[in-house]
């Protein structure tokens, strides 16, 4: 009998600690650092900048997008194909209204910042077009709505991919359901979800003072 229980004790003790092995435990949310190794904050700027230095291209910005040279304000979220042009900078705004660090895999807004918005070109916030929608791929605009949580194609995440390179994703019905974000080189270089592919980027702190934005 003694013997018995022993077995049970050890076999107990052995399927604990490969249960224990196995077993993921609950994911702490990751702080999302800037190149330099600092930590991403919803009171700084920052520029979006390919993680492929030499023919990766630059940096994103608002443009007019392909094909629509006549229209009034820009409104396409594009990344720049000069590898010096760090683009236009952004900020983040996270769902979590009280949250001041910006961490992997929570949802944020992207905001681009203009220190000198005008009254007619105002519209910065980023969103997926379309959404809901069948078309393939989806193109990102500047016609979201920030804070509004109703608004599901305006929210983004960030998902890390290197040592300091990550990925932006779209999850509109939450994880892990997931999309990519990726670059359009067929179309003006227009960062868009549905390409099969992810945009891999950098974060660079924008140090500038005084006017930087463009229209």
């Known amino acids: 009998m003694k013997s ?3 077995l049970i004790s050890f076999l107990l ?4 600690s490969c249960t224990s092995a196995t077993t993921t435990p609950n994911p702490v949310l990751q702080v999302v650092r ?22 990766g291209g630059g940096g994103v910005f608002r443009d007019i997008g392909a094909g629509r040279a006549n229209f009034v304000c820009p409104y396409q979220v594009v990344q720049s194909g000069r590898d010096l042009y760090r683009g236009m900078p952004v900020i983040f705004k996270p769902k979590a209204g009280k949250q001041v660090e ?3 895999s929570s949802d944020v807004n ?4 203009m220190d000198n918005p005008s009254g007619i070109c105002n519209n910065t916030v980023w969103q997926v077009e379309g959404f809901p929608g069948h078309d393939i791929p989806m193109y990102l605009t500047t ?15 960030i998902k890390k991919v290197g040592s300091h390179s990550y990925k932006l994703v779209f999850c509109p019905f939450g994880e892990p359901i997931c999309t990519d974000i990726g670059v359009d080189h067929t179309a003006g270089r227009q ?9 891999n980027l ?10 930087k934005s463009i229209l």
């Open 143 to 157: 016609f979201g709505e920030a804070g509004n949580v109703k608004n599901v194609a305006s929210w983004f995440q």
């Open 34 to 55: 800037d190149i330099d190794g600092d930590i991403l904050t919803t009171d700084s700027r920052y520029f979006v900048v390919s993680a492929l230095t030499g023919a």
């Open 191 to 199: 960062l868009a979800i549905g390409l099969g592919h992810a945009f």
């Open 4 to 6: 018995v229980v022993l």
């Open 202 to 211: 950098v974060f660079i702190k924008d140090t500038n003072i005084g006017i």
């Open 110 to 113: 992207i905001e681009f910042y």
């Open 13 to 16: 003790a052995f399927w604990c």
């Open 102 to 104: 910006i961490t992997e």
